[in-house]
């Protein structure tokens, strides 16, 4: 018998790939996500209220499916995008973060995040901030995120966010 | 002010140049929020935003907060969204639905019509017979009209009728508005995003067919592979499959339109495709319209209506609007726009097509915003300040409309019809002369 995540691995995963984006260690955070995640940040439909469904209101970014975010990576890298060069410096920090249902091999766990972008291109430093909310699945004793829902707070968006900075 | 510096227009000698200064100038920037967005039509919103009764939504022109509300007999109206009192914002939120309208600074009150409804503490206020024979009503936007379901308002009452100012454009318009009996909505979810550069970059770049290639190669490069690893997960693209951008395509691949007043359109053959989500509707489409109109509605469509309204029909489908804050900082509005009524499937792949491409956390929209902001910080070298932008098309511009434009029965003041490599520039021609019959002239109202 495996015991449910704790606390403490819980916040190890999520540190952990806080890290590999500010390091701009890509692939090894795509090898986070399990094939079919949903990656997905809601637009917000009023000044209350984010949207809800994604197949019938917008999201600033929805995905089923990996590969949709190693297209994201690899044009992210790919020296082809003017927004992306150079990329911006960033740094993450992932806090509160909480177990709210946890068996032995899936786990729901919620967080806040800021990230602190510095665009060197422009000279202008730039804090995005909101809550994340996951879901975690085991695969072969390791911890994989199946699901990542991020609540962008401030989504006036400064030229752009891009996934690096979320 | 003499525009000549701005726009230099010979038409006889081949030459059309602007200078950069229009882009950075304070003084240009002040006239222009003036003249042109607090002076004549600018675009507010849909009527969908407010659809029942006592609905509302708020939105600016110029520094003038706007709100445009739905009285309870069904009647829309546009205001200043400011209280006659002391002058605060009335209506906080972007949208919503209020019979009555409390200031939260004294307390005086509206109703959905913008009538008066109380001077709090009125009869103990010993005010004067003058101030007692004031409207204290909201002040109405002194002209505001509807065009197929699309909302104006101007400043000026001195304007010529909506139908007017858009004139032949409004074909173009009809083309977005008949995609559905039912006509249009916006998907909730309404994303804004600045940029720190000049209103008039968005304004170029949606009518500017030569960035594609050279501007997108990345997101072009992610279409290849989706195109090459068809899977559930990902979503066909309008782009991959239309031919009329790539730099090998043969013939007439599209081309521009101009009109009176400012509007232009920049447009390519794609063709009826199940890439594109109206699909499901082409049959019907044509039964309604016929064959020449339901194949313009499937063509890559960039309209702009000057000088803040931008329909881009082409990854997908987006409603645009432009908010001037600075000669260097623009707020720009967006909505992905859609025929009410189209199915689940359709709906879902018009969403996602949409956020790949026009969202400013998507894949393309960041790599034109930036490009604006090198566009903006190059402007400060002015020693060759005459851009030469403006001259691609000069040979091929033509009068009046073409074969094309005869399907739509539409009259547009020149056209011109291109391969996938002449990408227009003349077209950019039609904002300027726009820009200069406002901004020319003394100061004197």
């Keep these: 018998m495996t015991a449910p995540i704790t606390r403490a691995e819980a916040e190890d995963l999520l540190f952990r790939e806080a890290l590999l984006i500010d390091r701009q260690r890509f692939a090894q955070w795509l090898e986070l996500f399990t094939p079919d995640v949903e990656f ?94 996951y879901q975690l699945v085991r695969q072969d004793g390791a911890w994989l995120i199946a699901r990542k829902k991020i ?11 891009d996934i690096n900075s979320i | ?129 003058a101030f007692e024979q004031d409207d204290h009503g909201l002040a109405a936007l002194p002209r505001f009209e509807a065009y197929r379901g699309f909302l104006f308002g101007s400043m000026a009452a001195d304007v010529m009728p909506l139908a007017d100012y858009l004139g032949e454009a409004a074909k173009l318009l009809d083309l977005v508005a008949d995609q559905s009996a039912d006509g249009l909505e916006l998907v909730p979810g309404q994303v804004t995003f600045t940029y720190e550069a000049n209103w008039k970059l968005q304004l170029e770049n949606c009518s500017d067919a030569y960035h594609f290639t050279s501007a997108h190669p990345s997101y072009i490069r992610v279409l290849e592979r989706r195109q090459q690893e068809l899977s559930a997960d990902v979503v066909a693209s309008v782009w991959e499959n ?3 951008w790539k730099e090998e395509a043969q013939g007439v691949a599209g081309g521009s339109y101009s009109f009176a007043n400012g509007h232009v359109l920049n447009w390519g053959i794609f063709g009826v495709t199940p890439a594109i989500p109206l699909y499901e509707s082409a049959g019907a489409l044509a039964e309604r319209h016929g064959e020449g109109r339901r194949d313009w509605m499937f063509n890559m469509r960039n309209l702009t209506i000057f000088p803040n309204l931008q329909v881009a029909e082409n990854a997908s489908s987006q409603l645009r609007v432009i908010h001037p804050l600075a000669p260097g900082l623009t707020e720009m ?56 932008g403006y001259a691609r098309g000069m040979t091929a511009t033509v009068e009046g409309g073409n074969r094309f434009s005869d399907l739509l029965g539409m009259n547009p003041a020149r056209s011109v019809l291109a391969d996938s490599q002449l990408c227009d520039e003349t077209l950019f021609h039609s904002y300027y002369r726009a820009w200069a019959q406002r901004m020319a002239g003394g100061d004197a109202a």
């Excluded at chain 2, 509302?56 to 009285?71: A, C, E, K, Y």
């Excluded at chain 2, 969204?81 to 409390?102: F, I, M, W, Y």
């Excluded at chain 2, 026009?358 to 790599?367: L, S, Y």
């Design chain 1, 40 to 133: 997905w940040m809601p637009a917000w439909r009023d000044e209350a209220t984010t949207t809800e469904d994604p197949d019938r209101e917008l999201s600033l970014i929805y995905y089923k499916g990996r590969r949709n975010l190693e297209d994201r990576v690899m044009r992210l890298t790919s020296g082809l995008s003017v927004a992306s060069l150079p990329l911006p410096r960033v740094v993450h920090q992932v806090t509160n973060v909480l177990v709210l249902e946890a068996d032995q091999d899936a786990a729901t766990v919620s967080a806040a995040f800021t990230c602190h972008r510095f665009d060197v291109r422009m000279n202008r430093t730039d804090c995005f901030f909101g809550r994340y909310e």
């Design chain 1, 151 to 161: 609540t962008l707070l401030n989504d006036t968006v400064p030229t752009v966010v």
């Design chain 2, 1 to 129: 002010m003499d525009v000549t510096r701005f726009v230099d227009d010979r038409p006889a000698d081949g030459v059309f140049r602007v200078n950069r200064a229009i882009f950075t100038d304070q003084t240009v920037f002040d006239r222009e929020i003036e003249r042109i967005f607090e002076g004549g039509w600018v675009f507010l919103g849909i009527e969908s935003q407010a659809e029942n009764p006592h609905d509302f939504f708020t939105t600016t022109m110029g520094r003038v907060p706007v709100m445009v509300q739905r009285d309870g007999e069904g009647t829309l109206r546009g205001f200043v969204n400011s209280c006659p009192h002391k002058g605060a914002r009335l209506a906080q939120t972007r949208a919503g639905n209020a019979r009555l309208h409390v200031c939260p600074y004294h307390s005086w009150s509206f109703d959905s019509a913008g009538r008066s409804k109380a001077v709090k503490w009125q009869k103990a206020g010993c005010y004067s017979a």
């Design chain 2, 242 to 244: 239309s031919d009329y």
């Design chain 2, 333 to 388: 509005r967006t909505w992905c726009i859609a025929p009410k009524g189209e199915s689940a499937a359709a709906r879902r792949q018009r969403i996602r097509q949409y956020e790949d491409f026009f969202n400013p956390t998507g894949m393309a929209t960041p790599d034109d915003t930036v490009s604006y902001e090198n566009c903006q910080i190059g402007y400060g070298g002015m020693a060759q300040p005459w851009l030469q």
